[in-house]
């Protein structure tokens, strides 16, 4: 079968993209813009598609509630669905790639637990801290969780089975010591951690907005330069080393970036689960294993996925809303059940 690739070249950079991957992208970004404009428009106020855009453009509808509606009720929360949805889904795809394990996920592995745990103990414990620090407290827990779960699997290098082995244990003694913050904390502030737990956008502001820009503005980028480096150690160690890939340092930076993405998002939007498993195996179908086509073609995927949920779950049983992560997880626990049943034929 031949494979048409465009070839990107400078003395730093050097991409190999499927020339299936501008055209997926282009579709991609407009099935997004679709899903936004409907999650914004749709409600117990709808609002004509049209009007939203004159509304974005600053242009008169007639109608000056439009803008009150989009700019603080819906706009806000939308956004922050696509950008938790791109950085969980790129997160997702570095872990499947440095652990080359398909099933591997920043919640299946325990980063997501780590998360958890540092931004409970901040709303239980500090109550009145400023939204700022939440994405900085999940990012510190996520990066403890990361380093024990590192340390652990070291046996003469990191192996990658131990790896996900030990973060699915980690994972159950950060989830118990999460629990036990709840039992012993303020009502009020205990109110606050179960309805982030669920993993929700519900009353996001463009305050959340701003803290999350940041991390995606500095490590979507170097997620995209990693992205070489990510095809050869999918590869394994030995073929890694022998194309000069100094693989423990690539790996460490590698796992850095997947925890700052997974940790940012996870303060900011609570545990929304399986995003990072389903977005990249999509993505995989679209485009194919190449990282340097597959991470952008993600995290596409893991935006427009999360925006639908927030949909489906203002929408389905209105005006009773489910969270999101309620919503992904209801999709994401059969197909990573089916993962399992396909990955279990294939090795017999």
């Not at 050097?14 to 970004?29: H, N, Y």
């Not at 974005?56 to 009150?68: E, R, S, V």
């Not at 780590?114 to 500090?126: K, R």
């Amino acid at each position: 079968m031949k494979v048409d690739w465009l070839v990107i070249r400078s003395q730093r950079i050097s991409f190999w993209i499927d020339r299936r991957v501008p055209v997926m992208l282009l579709g991609l970004a407009i099935v997004t813009v679709m899903a936004i404009v409907m999650n914004v428009g749709r409600g117990d106020y709808p609002i004509p598609p049209w009007d939203i855009f004159k509304t974005l453009l600053g242009l008169d509808t007639g109608n000056p509630d439009h803008a009150f509606v989009i700019y603080n009720l819906r706009l806000p929360r939308t956004l922050v669905a696509l950008m938790v949805g791109v950085a969980l889904s790129i997160s997702g795809t570095i872990f499947q790639g440095i652990t080359r394990n398909p099933l591997a996920d920043p919640a299946i592995i325990g980063i997501n637990s780590g998360a958890s745990l540092a931004a409970v103990t901040v709303i239980i414990l500090f109550p009145s801290a400023s939204i700022y620090t939440l994405p900085l407290s999940a990012f510190v827990g996520s990066l403890l969780m990361a380093g024990l779960i590192y340390f652990l699997a070291w046996n003469k290098g990191s192996s990658p089975v131990l790896f996900i082995l030990m973060g699915l244990g980690l994972s159950a003694i950060a989830s118990a010591f999460t629990s036990l913050m709840i039992t012993f904390g303020e009502i009020y502030s205990v109110s606050d951690a179960l309805v982030w737990l669920a993993g929700s956008v519900y009353g996001r502001t463009w305050e959340q907005v701003f803290s999350l820009v940041p991390w995606l503005i500095v490590f979507v980028p170097i997620t995209l330069t990693l992205a070489r480096h990510l095809n050869a150690l999918n590869l394994g160690d030995d073929v890694a080393k022998g194309l000069g890939v100094r693989v423990e340092w690539q790996r460490g930076l590698l796992v850095l970036v997947g925890v700052a993405l997974a940790g940012a998002s996870v303060a900011t939007a609570g545990n929304i689960s399986f995003v990072g498993l389903i977005a990249p195996h999509i993505g995989r179908q679209l485009v194919g294993p190449n990282h340097q086509g597959l991470i952008p073609t993600a995290a596409l995927l893991g935006g427009m996925i999360v925006v639908m949920a927030d949909f489906l779950g203002r929408t389905l049983f209105a005006p009773i809303e489910l969270p999101c992560g309620v919503v992904t997880a209801a999709v994401g626990a059969p197909y990573f059940l089916y993962l399992l049943i396909r990955n279990r034929k294939k090795s017999t």
